[in-house]
């Protein structure tokens, strides 16, 4: 008999929900970045072997809603938490347990479902360290076991995906064997625009940021050319995405270019533009048709 289930993601932003996902899928179905807020919205992530498949459900880091953008993600994480068969709680090791994974634990507990504890980056820790980390984290109470591992190297994602799986209850895929997320393609080519603005900019730019595709056509088996919008709120920060001369956006286009090379296996033609939607973080009916719900 095979197993099958979800596993919603637990953990502050930037602890590496996202980067944890990739591994665990083995290709890279979510953007990653050094700041917080990179995901918006959830992502399933499927892992299928011949005895189980195991579908992690990516989430927004858990944080103190300040917009009508960021209190739809914070929804979305206690929707998804409390749809799912497990949860998976990351915890960065290089910064250790504080208030905001005490508060993320309490949730789980009372939510009343199996939850497992990963603590994470331990690439950047050395022995004392994580035996330090792995013993905050295993007082925190929530979950029986705690796992050491590195999204980034891989190192222990293994025996936590094996555990996890174990967890799952008995019953058919519900993916197909060869799927590897549930986001559709518009939204993987934005998110892969969007994580190149992400390494560039700074502050409240990046958080102030959303890319749509306007536009995806195959003149032949080789070429795919794709027209992207980069929304920005105020015409400074267009000013910063556009750059002296046109700079900043055409380093961001070569980098994105690539990554949607890579992405749809053909040439890809990017045609990017920047344009001022003022409050597009707190207007309803754009969030709506963004797909933040
Ligand atoms: N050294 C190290 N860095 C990591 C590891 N996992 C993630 N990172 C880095 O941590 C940062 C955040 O990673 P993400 O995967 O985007 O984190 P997240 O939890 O999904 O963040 P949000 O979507 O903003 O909630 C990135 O710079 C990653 O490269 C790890 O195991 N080791
Ligand atoms: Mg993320």
Known sequence: MTRSGFVALAGRPNVGKSTLTNAVVGTK????????????RPIRGVATTPDYQLVLVDLPGVQRPKDVLTE?????????MSEADAALMIINGEE??????????AALTAAGRPVVVAVNKIDRLDRPRTVLALQAASDLGV??????????????????????????P??????????????S??????????EQVLRRTFQEVPHAVEVIIDHVERPRDDLTLVRAVAWVEAESQKGILVGAGGRMIKS???????????????RVHLDLSVRVRRGWRGDDGLLDRLGIE
């Open 252 to 266: 961001i286009g070569t980098a994105a270019r690539k990554e949607l090379q890579r992405e749809l296996g053909t």
């Open 96 to 105: 250790g347990v504080g208030p905001g994974d005490r508060f993320i634990a």
């Open 29 to 40: 179905v979510a953007i990653v970045s050094d700041k917080p807020q990179t995901t918006r």
């Open 185 to 194: 393609e518009d939204v993987m080519l934005a998110e892969l625009v969007r």
């Open 72 to 80: 739809r993600m914070q929804r979305s994480v206690e929707r998804e």
């Open 170 to 183: 008995e019953g058919p895929y519900m993916f197909p064997p060869e799927d590897r997320s549930d986001q």
């Open 143 to 168: 979950g029986e076991d705690v796992f050491p591992v590195s999204a980034r190297t891989g190192l222990g994602v293994p025996a936590l995906v094996r555990h996890l799986s174990e967890l799952m």
